[in-house]
Each structure stands twice: as structure tokens, then as C-alpha cells.
Nanobody, 122 residues
């Protein structure tokens, strides 16, 4: 089993930046594909960014150029650096992990954190 704990969320003005962290326990992250998802009130959970165990990254189109996903296997942590934040980025952000392949499909991720709230004010 893998336990994931997100941190770094909060309230920020439009145009500002936040860095989310996802710390893992139970095993190391080096053989896991990691992803960030978000869910706004009344909406489905959507893919945001992913990084494979080899370090390849991929993003939802709406965050390309603004968000960066990275991993530090020595610290057993995955990050989501968010800049140029917009009110429409407001959501609960979740960290997730899966063993098999890179994917944007939430149903293929077997391990999830509890989520951290990001609120962007206008």
C-alpha cells in the first residue's frame, strides 16, 4: 500500500503562484506513475498533470505553460508548481499513483491522497 498526503494549498489572488506537495509513505515513488487531479464543486474529477516513473511529463491543455509537475525520488515527494493562477483553477487538488502506465484516466489510479483546497480569488 501507498499513503499519499498533499500539502501547500490555500487562498491566492489571480495571477499568483502556489506549490503543492505530495509526500508518500509505505514505499518509494521510483517505480510509480504519479498524477495530479482536481475537482471543483458540482463537477467531475479532472486530470491536471502526470509524470511517469522515468520522469516524462504530460498536462491538461488548460494548464500547459502555467503548471509544472516534478518529482524528487530522494525525498519521496511529487510537486505541482502552479503559476498565473486563474479563478477557474479553484478546486480540491488530489495526488494519485498507479503502477502500470502513464494515463489521464482517474479510474486507473489506485492510490489517492486526501486532497488540498486551492482557492483563487479575483
Amino acid at each position: 500500500q501507498v499513503q499519499l498526503v498533499e500539502s501547500g494549498g490555500g487562498l491566492v489572488q489571480a495571477g499568483g503562484s502556489l506549490r503543492l506537495s505530495c509526500a508518500a509513505s509505505g514505499r518509494t515513488l521510483n517505480n510509480l506513475n504519479m498524477g495530479w487531479f482536481r475537482q471543483a464543486p458540482g463537477k467531475e474529477r479532472d486530470f491536471v498533470a502526470g509524470i511517469t516513473w522515468m520522469g516524462n511529463t504530460y498536462y491538461q491543455n488548460s494548464v500547459k505553460g502555467r503548471f509544472t509537475i516534478s518529482r524528487d525520488n530522494a525525498k519521496n515527494t511529487v510537486y505541482l508548481q502552479m503559476s498565473s493562477l486563474k479563478p477557474e483553477d479553484t478546486a480540491v487538488y488530489y495526488c494519485a499513483a498507479q503502477r502500470l502506465r502513464a494515463t489521464m484516466n482517474a479510474n486507473e489510479y489506485g492510490y489517492w491522497g486526501q486532497g488540498t483546497q486551492v482557492t483563487v480569488s479575483s
